[in-house]
């Protein structure tokens, strides 16, 4: 066999193996809705069985306007960057006027749960969950309608973060949710926030956003979205600010995702850090439209990341030597005698 295929054979195994950006997850990401998420039986639930099927993790994020709901995704998104994660907005479901209401939109209330086709909203996530691919209308705020002929394509995915003021509010939306945080930040910081955000970004001027607020924005708050701050498994104050409740989510969803159970299976198994560098290798030689000669190129880097992390784990003995300033500097020395094997599989 030519050396060339040897080598592609080997990376797309190794690919596939223990490293955080290929790990294959098959089996270990089937622990049922929050509900029971916590139970010792779930967390038996959780560790690998081949026989489970694989579904991703649902997070509902909630909270009032201008929380921070969407810097919170953001900021979880970041840290969980060795896995798919896709975020799907509730504001995307937002049904658009007709004419009719566009002429009075002074009159329409977006913070009421029927200004959201929930229908829609529900079969989408049914299908993320099933593993399928969807596509999620594209809604404008500034003309209150929905892009009639573009939609975002979302794939599947290892998490799923659904977020909105009003994700909380539907039953059968929250039974699809494997974790609820609800981000909690005081009404007055949210206020002077979506006055901000609305005349910087949204093209409201400043009267408009304050009548809003106090007809729909804050009545709808009162009513629908702080009621249903009770189904939220973790609530986190002062939303972004808040870096130790976001550090432990991702701690939670990591253990959730069986990277640790993984390390458990395999006491001395060494899982190499991903960066977004390596992630970049493993999106190119993934890609069908790759050159030959790059994917020899990117492949090999990443084999040599695994040798030299490899090398790092060898037993080395403690070593002195002089410097050429006639210093003497403590060092170590790999032990002899050692031999590496490069396992090569077809
Ligand atoms: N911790 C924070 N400090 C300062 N500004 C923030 C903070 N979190 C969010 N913002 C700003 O407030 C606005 C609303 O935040 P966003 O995350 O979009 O909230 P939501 O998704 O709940 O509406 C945005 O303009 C954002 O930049
Ligand atoms: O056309 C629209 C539709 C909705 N809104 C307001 O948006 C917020 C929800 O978005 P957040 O990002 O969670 O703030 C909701 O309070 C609606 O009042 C709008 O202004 N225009």
């Known amino acids: ?138 809604y404008d705020f500034k003309i209150h309608r929905r892009s009639s002929d573009t939609f975002r394509q979302v794939n599947a995915s290892d998490v799923i973060i659904l977020e909105g003021i009003l994700v909380f509010h539907d039953q059968r939306v929250r039974n699809l949710m494997n974790m609820k945080i609800f981000v909690d930040t005081d009404a007055d910081v949210r206020l002077a926030r979506r006055i901000r955000r609305d005349t910087v970004e949204r093209g409201r001027d400043i009267n408009s956003v304050l009548e809003m607020y106090a007809k729909f924005v804050k009545p709808a708050f009162d009513d629908f979205v702080h009621p249903s701050k009770k189904y939220a498994d973790v609530i986190i104050p002062r939303g972004g600010d808040n870096h130790v409740a976001i550090d432990l989510i991702v701690q939670h969803i990591q253990t959730k995702l069986g990277q ?23 999106t190119l030689i993934r890609d069908r439209e790759i050159s030959k000669h790059d994917f020899v190129f990117y492949s090999d880097r990443l084999i040599r990341l695994v040798v030299e992390h490899g090398l790092g784990h060898l037993p080395f003995t403690e070593k002195q030597v002089v410097t050429p300033t006639a210093s003497v500097y403590t060092g170590v020395d790999f032990c002899k005698k050692l031999c590496g094997v490069s396992i090569v599989r077809r």
């Open 1 to 138: 066999m030519p050396e060339e295929t040897t080598t592609i054979d080997y990376v797309m195994e190794a690919a596939s193996g223990p490293h955080f950006s290929g790990l294959r997850l098959d089996g270990l990401l089937s622990s049922p809705p929050s509900a029971s998420s916590s139970s010792p039986a779930s967390a038996a639930s959780n560790r690998a069985d081949p026989n489970a099927t694989k579904q991703p993790f649902v997070i509902g994020v909630s909270g009032g306007t201008a929380s921070g709901k969407t810097t919170v995704c953001d900021m979880i998104i970041q840290q969980l960057h060795d896995h798919r994660v896709v975020l799907v907005n509730q504001d995307s479901f937002y049904r658009g006027l007709t004419p009719e209401e566009s002429e009075r939109v002074h009159e329409y209330n977006f913070d009421h749960p029927d200004a959201f086709d929930t229908e829609q909203l529900l079969e989408c996530v049914q299908k993320l969950k099933c593993g399928q691919s969807v596509q999620v209308p594209i």
């Open 260 to 282: 640790h159970d993984l390390c458990k299976i395999y006491p001395n198994m060494y899982v190499i850090q991903s960066t977004f560098q390596i992630r970049g290798m493993h």
